[in-house]
């Protein structure tokens, strides 16, 4: 304490007499080695130190990840010859929260650690060799190696000519309708319009197919940690082109299903005790359902891309996704992906991908789902048909040998559900 009193400038003294205040002050200040500024902000940073508060990182500064996109943008405004990138410089003026910010840094590492197009890549083999035969590192430890990859990576940059990186029409138009959505305010910032314009730098001449294929591919290697938010228009049109007529296989169905005539509609049979029930004269088969309320469609699938859309309005509870034709029918089992299911589930006002464990979604409830399955690529997504917006990806690895059939389930009775 008595170090304390020194340093704010009452002095204690060993006679009975006290030094003035000015005398104080005179005496602090009056040698010209050190300005006043200097000399108060040591004095400061001084009781800081003796209060417990000396900290090593200016709480009040940006946070390291937003300087390292701030550097980012700068080069590949620089670099990449597209028409409007000059966005790119708002990337920090928008309202991404730090959090988001490291989780883009972080993907963006990884997979600039994997590309091929980048030296970086042949200077870190051997540390990326001995990295995956250890734990995986804490979020920290990533967001440490993250960040010095990202700032290296953004120097390399600057050493490439202007303009030097000229994606196709394709790719620009991409990105000009990612940024003409964020301009309407349908982007809640700018990263996934960065991050777009970093994966084309990175995959260069490196991918095959569409460039709406490869933003699929984007969207599956973000294993849902990226919020594409509203899909562009090329890619969704690239969707619609894979839809396929689908209808539903009565021999599948669970017998208190009713269906349609047309076998485009489904709901709960109602059960008239003593006069109607569906289980009556019902003769029991393999494909059939007989614990889980759900049936197939009649048409399963080998290879290909194929969409579909069901409509799920004012409807309470169903489960909508695709199947393995090998996956358990009967009785109760678990209906996730270790079962050979991938669905979509609406339970108790809530969305959720049925991964295991369950996977929760902070998303509203679709009105109309949109199913697109490509066996190729391993990959079933889900979207909000309606708004065009993405819902949840699952990564699969199917068994070319059998079929991926589409699902349905569904528990109500006054309710539809409409393949659409």
């Not at 200077?123 to 060799?129: G, P």
Request: glycine share 4%; proline share 3%; charged share 30%.
């Amino acid at each position: 304490m008595r170090e304390l009193v020194a340093v704010m400038g009452v002095l204690e003294v060993p006679t009975r007499k006290r030094k003035t205040k000015e005398h104080v002050v005179h005496n602090l200040f009056k040698k010209p080695s050190m300005s006043f500024n200097k000399k108060t902000e040591y004095l400061m940073k001084k009781v800081l130190k003796l209060l417990g508060a000396d900290q090593e990182k200016d709480e009040f500064t940006l946070d390291e990840s937003k300087h390292i996109i701030r550097d980012l943008a700068t080069e590949l405004k620089r670099v990449v010859k597209i028409r409007n990138i000059s966005l790119l410089t708002k990337v920090n003026d928008d309202s991404s929260c730090q959090e988001e910010r490291q989780d883009f840094i972080i993907q963006w590492a990884e997979e600039l650690k994997h590309s091929t197009q980048t030296e970086l890549v042949q200077t870190e083999k051997i540390q990326r060799e001995k990295l995956y035969t250890q734990q995986v590192p804490d979020k920290e430890q990533q967001l440490k190696e993250a960040n010095k990859i990202m700032s290296d990576w953004a120097s390399n940059l600057q050493h490439m000519e202007q303009d030097s990186v000229s994606p196709g029409e394709e790719v620009c138009s991409v990105i000009q309708d990612l940024e003409s959505q964020w301009k309407r305010g349908k982007l809640p910032n700018m990263l996934p319009v960065m991050d777009f314009i970093i994966w084309t730098v990175l995959q260069e001449k490196t991918q095959e197919g569409s460039i709406e294929k490869q933003w699929l591919r984007r969207m599956k290697c973000s294993r849902n940690k990226v919020d594409f938010n509203i899909l562009p228009d090329s890619v969704w049109k690239w969707i619609l082109k894979a839809s396929v007529k689908i209808t539903l296989d009565i021999n599948t169905a669970n017998p208190n299903l009713k269906l349609s005539p047309d076998r485009k509609r489904v709901k709960m049979a109602t059960i008239i005790e003593d006069i109607y029930n569906p289980w009556d004269h019902c003769t029991i088969t393999s494909k059939m359902y007989l614990g889980w309320w759900c049936v197939l469609g009649s048409e399963g699938f080998t290879s290909g891309r194929h969409y579909w859309e069901v409509g799920v309005k004012g409807k309470s509870e169903w489960r909508i996704g695709v199947v393995k034709e090998s996956a358990p029918r009967h009785g109760f089992a678990n209906l996730n992906t270790q079962a050979g299911y991938w669905t979509l589930c609406l339970q108790f006002a809530e969305l959720m991908a049925v991964t295991t464990p369950i996977t929760k979604l902070n998303q509203s409830v679709p009105s109309k789902v949109g199913v697109y399955l490509d066996i190729e690529e391993g990959q079933v997504s889900f979207y909000d048909a309606e708004k065009r917006h993405h819902i949840y990806t699952f990564d699969a690895n199917f068994d070319r040998s059998q079929k991926i059939y589409p699902l349905f389930h569904t528990t109500e009775a006054d309710k539809e559900m409409v393949i659409l």
